[in-house]
C-alpha cells in the first residue's frame, strides 16, 4: 500500500518545484482570517514526544481552516499500556481521523503508519531523520527576507549530529543550490555529515563559517548531550556560541534563525536573541501559515 496522496513525511525525496509550490501557497494562508478550506474534516495530533511549537502550530493551523483537532498523547493514552503504533493509527482512524499529524521518537515511524492507513500523514518529527515542517517554514522564513534562494549562503552551528531539523534543511536548501556550511565540534558534526546533501561543506572554525553568509541557522545544544559526549561546556561556548562580535563576521543583513527552543548563554547570548537581526518569534509565527498550506495540501485543497 502506498502512502495516501497529501501524505508529507520527508524533504529528501519531494521535487524543488513541489516545495515552491507549497511556500507560494502558504503565503495565501491567514491564521488570523480563517478560511474553511477543511471545515468539518477531523486532524488527529499523534504526539509521542513532548512538543510546544510543532504542536500547538499545527493545532492553530488546522483549527484556522475549519477542522475539528484531537490530541493524543503518548502519557496517559492507550499507548503507554503498551499498543502498538499501528494499533493506535488503526484506532485514530476508526473514530474518523482525515489527517493524522504523527511525531515519534523512532525513524521511519511516519512512513511505516503511512503503509497501513488510508489517509494522509504528515510527519511532524521522526527521532533523528525528519522534521519536513520545519524545514518548510524555515525555507518560507528565509524567502520572506531573502526574496530568493539563489545565490544564498547558509551557516548550521551546532549539534548535527542529533537534528533531525539539520538533516531536513540540508535537503531542502540543496536543491536550491544554496551554499551550505555546517560549523561544531567533530563529535556534534562528523565529516560524514557532507553526505547529508550536495555541496554541503563541514569546519571547525566558526569564523570560517560566518564569513560572508546570508542566513545563521542556530541548533538545540543539549548541555547532558555534551557531557554525556565529553564535550567541555565552557570550551563549547567559547569556540561556537554565537555572538555580537560573531555575528559581525557574517553579511550585513544576515538574518539569525533557530527552530527552538533556544538556551541563551550556551548557543547564543541574550543580544543575539533579542538583537533586530534574530528571526527566531518569526519563525515561530510563520509556522502556522506554512502549516496550514501543509494540512490543505494534504486534502488535495492547494490550488
Keep these: ?47 509521542y514526544e513532548a512538543s510546544t511549537r510543532t504542536r500547538s502550530s499545527f493545532e492553530i493551523a488546522a483549527k484556522s481552516l475549519g477542522a475539528h483537532t484531537v490530541l493524543i498523547q503518548a502519557m496517559g493514552s492507550s499507548i503507554e499500556k503498551g499498543e502498538s503504533l499501528l494499533d493506535t493509527g488503526y484506532t485514530v482512524r476508526a473514530v474518523g481521523a ?21 489517509v494522509p500523514v504528515i510527519n511532524a518529527g521522526d527521532g533523528l531523520h525528519e522534521h519536513p515542517s ?6 518560507y522564513t528565509i524567502l520572506r527576507n531573502k526574496k530568493t534562494f539563489k545565490g544564498l549562503q547558509v551557516t548550521i552551528v551546532g549539534d548535527i549530529f542529533h537534528s533531525r531539523v539539520a538533516r531536513s534543511a ?15 565540534p567533530p563529535e556534534l558534526v562528523p565529516e560524514i555529515a557532507t553526505t547529508l546533501a550536495p555541496g554541503v561543506r563541514v569546519t571547525r572554525h566558526i ?42 563576521m557574517a ?38 501559515p506554512t502549516r496550514m498550506a501543509i494540512l490543505a495540501r494534504a486534502m488535495g485543497k492547494m490550488r
Design 1 to 47: 500500500m502506498n502512502p495516501a496522496r497529501g501524505s508529507l513525511l520527508g524533504i529528501e525525496h519531494m521535487e524543488a518545484a513541489e516545495i515552491l509550490k507549497l511556500l507560494k501557497f502558504a503565503r495565501r494562508m491567514n491564521p488570523d482570517h480563517a478560511r474553511p478550506l477543511l471545515k468539518g474534516k477531523r486532524v488527529m495530533l499523534l504526539f
Design 98 to 118: 482525515d489527517i493524522i499529524v504523527i511525531r515519534h521518537p523512532n525513524a521511519g515511524a511516519p512512513y511505516v503508519m503511512a503503509q497501513h492507513i488510508d
Design 134 to 139: 520545519q524545514a518548510l517554514l524555515d525555507a
Design 170 to 184: 540540508c535537503h531542502l536548501l540543496s536543491k536550491f543550490d544554496v551554499k551550505i556550511i555546517l560549523c561544531g
Design 207 to 248: 569564523e570560517d563559517a560566518l564569513r560572508g553568509t546570508d542566513v545563521i541557522m542556530l541548533l538545540r545544544v543539549q548541555s547532558e548531550r555534551l557531557a554525556g559526549m565529553k564535550i567541555d561546556l565552557p570550551e563549547y561556548i567559547a569556540r561556537y556560541q554565537m555572538t555580537p562580535a560573531r555575528l559581525k
Design 251 to 288: 553579511k550585513k543583513d544576515a538574518i539569525v534563525m533557530h527552530p527552538g527552543p533556544i538556551i541563551r548563554g550556551l548557543e547564543l547570548t541574550s543580544e543575539i536573541a533579542d538583537g533586530v537581526q534574530a528571526r527566531i518569534l518569526e519563525e515561530v509565527h510563520n509556522g502556522v
